[in-house]
């Protein structure tokens, strides 16, 4: 999203929503020496946007010259990227026409008096819910690894001789159902001789299970 910021107009109250922005935005900075000022905070801020930043600045004199020149700025990139969004940001509701003018023609181009951009707000709940569910999907990934290991631990203290093979054989009960199915799974996975002498120890682990 392009953000033409009139700043002479918005000021400091124009940056509101900066933190929202993501790499993906830009902003372009439209100011003259004479009457634009923003505080420490909002620079400060600005420098830590991930933000693209331009800024512009306008030759003062006559009456709207920074309007004119925004404007002439808007029509300037539109031609170029037709197919981005762009927002006015400004209290000006001279601006609005413009607006309009665009719209008609089947531009994306609004007017907002900061960066608070409706429909941005849901966005941005969109990515908290998406982020939220995430880190609970690798909390639980990390209890089940958590869970895993223990049981490894645990199994090279039962079959101290296996402690090599604990993480297998931990992985083997779990698919396992029946004693039949925990000798099949041993045999191929370590050999029948091997598979003999580990299901003697084995066995009692699944002796709740059906099977032989």
Known sequence: ???????ENVANS??????NLSAEDSLLIFYSEKHSSINLSVHQKLEQ?????????????????????LVTWLGYRLAKNP???????????????????????????????????????????AEKKAEKKADKERKKAQKKANEKD??????????????????EIVEILGNTTTKQAL????????GSD??????????????NRKGK
């Open 14 to 19: 124009g940056f509101e929503g900066l933190e």
């Open 83 to 125: 197919a981005e969004t762009y927002v006015i940001v400004s209290k000006d509701t001279g601006f609005d026409a413009v607006v309009d003018f665009w719209k008609k023609r089947g531009m994306a181009v609004s007017r907002n008096a900061d960066l608070k951009v409706p429909g941005r707000k849901t966005e941005k709940k």
């Open 183 to 190: 000798n099949n799974l041993l045999v191929k996975t370590f």
């Open 150 to 167: 223990k049981r490894i631990r645990e199994m090279k203290k039962q079959v101290p001789e296996y402690a090599g093979d604990a993480a």
């Open 49 to 69: 946007s991930p933000a693209r930043k331009e800024y512009l600045s306008i030759k003062t004199g006559g009456k709207n010259a920074l309007d004119f020149q």
């Open 1 to 7: 999203m392009n953000f033409l910021i009139d700043i």
């Open 194 to 207: 091997k598979a003999g002498r580990m299901y003697k120890k084995l066995k009692p682990m699944v002796k």
